[in-house]
Each structure stands twice: as C-alpha cells, then as structure tokens.
C-alpha cells in the first residue's frame, strides 16, 4: 500500500510518498514546492488571491504526483497560514470541491505534537531532555522532551516569513535592525525560557527547514555532498553555525542566491530564521546543535503507521 502525506505549510507545501512491504515503511518520494501562501496577507490575517491560486496549484501538482506513483491514500495538514486566515475555509473548501480530500486545520499545540514525534521518529533524540525548534513560515514551534516524552511544548505565530513582513529590514540588513528584531523576539517568546528553567537543557533540535539548510552548507563548504536529504539526523557545529551565521547576515539577497547548499526557496528568510535561531543559542546557553530531517509529516506517518497496518 502507498499513501501519500502533504504539509500545507506557510512557506512550502511538502508531499512524502512512503509504501509499506511486509509491514516495513519504505519512503519513495518527497518533493515540496514554494508557496507563500502567507505573501502580503498577515496583517489582514487573508490568504491574497494571488497566494490562494498557487496553494490551489501547488496542491494539484502535487496530487498529480502521488497518483503518478500509484497512491491510494492522500493525508493532507494545514498549518499557520491556513489556520490564521479569514478565508482559510475557503482554501481548504476549494481543494475539496477540486479533489475530493480532506484538509485538516491542526492547531499550533498539536503542530507541536507531531513535529515531537517526527523528531522521535528520526533517532535523534535521547534520555536527556532537549529543546526541539521547528521554524515554520507563519509560526514556530518549541517542544521540550526526550526520546519517551514530552515536557513542555507551546507553538507561537512567530514564522519567518510573518517576522519578515513584519519588519522587511534593509539589504543586507543593519546591526540595528538585527537588534530591534532580537529584542522582539526575546519578548515575544518568554515562555521558552521560563520553560528552560524548569526542564534544563544544554542541547537543541532543529527541525528541518533552515537547519536541513545549515547542514548542507557545511556540507559544501567542506568539499562534501549535500546531505540532510539523505540522513535522518546531523550533527550542526555550534562553531560552524557561526561561521554561517556571520556571513549570511552580511550578505545581499542577491549573494544569497549564489550561495552552495542553500536552495532558492530559503534566500528570502534565512537571516530571519538564523537570527530567532541565534537567540536561543545565547539565551538557552545551548553547547551542541543537531537537525532531524524529519518532522510534521513524519510525525503524521508515526501516528498513522498502526492504522494503515491493521486497519
């Protein structure tokens, strides 16, 4: 049996193909395409129109994929853009009248949840709690836990893409704009280091997206192939975080495009993302840093393993 998983996310809609032999998951394809579902509609809290037909299109390619490979079964998730817009039930209604699928709207706590299990799922994770951060398009999500469970988890409407719009900084942006954008953040997001001193942590976990794009630039820039497709988990050098951090936050967009091993769908909101990022490493005092591959949709694969088995 094949199903397919798709993560209708703010930034990227993400298809994960996987079958099933002798009761053994195989993955067999994954794929995401740009989106900005969110472009320009935050502060309405609305999907645009223009950013409401790519997410129609974008979905329908990526249907047509899944049943090029056979599947039986599609599982599709909305996440921040969707749930935060006026018009989001329209969205998900449009794709139902177009396919005949379901979208469920999760809420950011059980966005949480299922990124925790797709970072369980990946291996990473051990007896010693660690903080797992998962930054989206529309929103963020922070989970405390360990290889059994977890601890704290709490999702803000913090995304990348929604800070941008928020602040849309010069290019390459300023010192003082790096600062005015900390400080909100620090603020915006007390409630992880509040959570931080009730669980101690010392490690973090960055799920996918960004971190996917850390490990690849290392990667490169060790004369390496890109990796982070191809494992389940990386270790990221806090050193080597620096190292990248320093120069993507001197550089132009239009250097960023040129740059080895980030991919053209992250130039826009790297800076964003490695300076939320960048926080909590001083904040949370963090010495060691790792990427998980997996995440929502892996998370949604874990839950869904025991139904698609035995019915």
């Given at each position: 049996?094949?199903?397919?998983?798709?993560?209708?996310?703010?930034?990227?809609?993400?298809?994960?193909?996987?079958?099933?032999?002798?009761?053994?998951?195989?993955?067999?394809?994954?794929?995401?395409?740009?989106?900005?579902?969110?472009?320009?509609?935050?502060?309405?809290?609305?999907?645009?129109?223009?950013?409401?037909?790519?997410?129609?299109?974008?979905?329908?390619?990526?249907?047509?994929?899944?049943?090029?490979?056979?599947?039986?079964?599609?599982?599709?998730?909305?996440?921040?853009?969707?749930?935060?817009?006026?018009?989001?039930?329209?969205?998900?209604?449009?794709?139902?009248?177009?396919?005949?699928?379901?979208?469920?709207?999760?809420?950011?706590?059980?966005?949480?949840?299922?990124?925790?299990?797709?970072?369980?799922?990946?291996?990473?994770?051990?007896?010693?709690?660690?903080?797992?951060?998962?930054?989206?398009?529309?929103?963020?999500?922070?989970?405390?836990?360990?290889?059994?469970?977890?601890?704290?988890?709490?999702s803000f409407p913090l995304g990348v893409a929604r800070i941008l719009d928020m602040y849309?900084?010069?290019?390459?942006?300023?010192?003082?704009?790096?600062?005015?954008?900390?400080?909100?953040?620090?603020?915006?997001?007390?409630?992880?280091?509040?959570?931080?001193?009730?669980?101690?942590?010392?490690?973090?976990?960055?799920?996918?997206?960004?971190?996917?794009?850390?490990?690849?630039?290392?990667?490169?820039?060790?004369?390496?192939?890109?990796?982070?497709?191809?494992?389940?988990?990386?270790?990221?050098?806090?050193?080597?975080?620096?190292?990248?951090?320093?120069?993507?936050?001197?550089?132009?967009?239009?250097?960023?495009?040129?740059?080895?091993?980030?991919?053209?769908?992250?130039?826009?909101?790297?800076?964003?993302?490695?300076?939320?990022?960048?926080?909590?490493?001083?904040?949370?005092?963090?010495?060691?840093?790792?990427?998980?591959?997996?995440?929502?949709?892996?998370?949604?694969?874990?839950?869904?393993?025991?139904?698609?088995?035995?019915?």
């Amino acid at each position: 049996m094949k199903i397919a998983i798709i993560d209708l996310g703010t930034n990227t809609f993400n298809l994960l193909v996987v079958g099933w032999d002798n009761h053994v998951v195989k993955k067999i394809h994954s794929s995401k395409i740009s989106v900005r579902l969110g472009d320009g509609g935050f502060a309405e809290k609305r999907i645009h129109e223009a950013a409401f037909n790519r997410g129609l299109l974008a979905f329908s390619q990526q249907i047509q994929e899944a049943q090029q490979l056979g599947v039986e079964k599609v599982y599709a998730f909305a996440t921040s853009a969707v749930r935060g817009a006026s018009n989001g039930k329209d969205f998900v209604k449009a794709i139902y009248n177009q396919h005949r699928i379901k979208v469920d709207v999760i809420s950011g706590d059980r966005e949480a949840e299922l990124i925790y299990k797709g970072v369980q799922l990946s291996g990473v994770l051990s007896e010693t709690p660690m903080l797992i951060m998962d930054i989206g398009g529309g929103s963020t999500e922070f989970v405390i836990a360990n290889n059994e469970q977890i601890f704290w988890k709490q999702s803000f409407p913090l995304g990348v893409a929604r800070i941008l719009d928020m602040y849309k900084p010069s290019d390459p942006i300023t010192d003082v704009e790096v600062a005015i954008i900390e400080n909100f953040l620090h603020t915006a997001v007390e409630n992880v280091f509040s959570a931080i001193q009730a669980y101690p942590i010392d490690t973090l976990v960055g799920s996918s997206g960004t971190f996917d794009s850390l490990v690849d630039m290392i990667q490169v820039a060790h004369g390496h192939q890109a990796t982070s497709e191809l494992k389940r988990f990386s270790e990221i050098p806090v050193r080597e975080y620096y190292r990248i951090y320093a120069k993507l936050l001197k550089s132009t967009l239009a250097e960023r495009q040129q740059m080895p091993g980030l991919i053209s769908l992250r130039v826009d909101f790297i800076v964003m993302a490695l300076i939320f990022i960048n926080l909590i490493i001083k904040e949370a005092n963090i010495v060691k840093v790792w990427q998980s591959g997996y995440s929502l949709k892996e998370g949604v694969l874990s839950e869904l393993k025991p139904r698609v088995l035995h019915g």
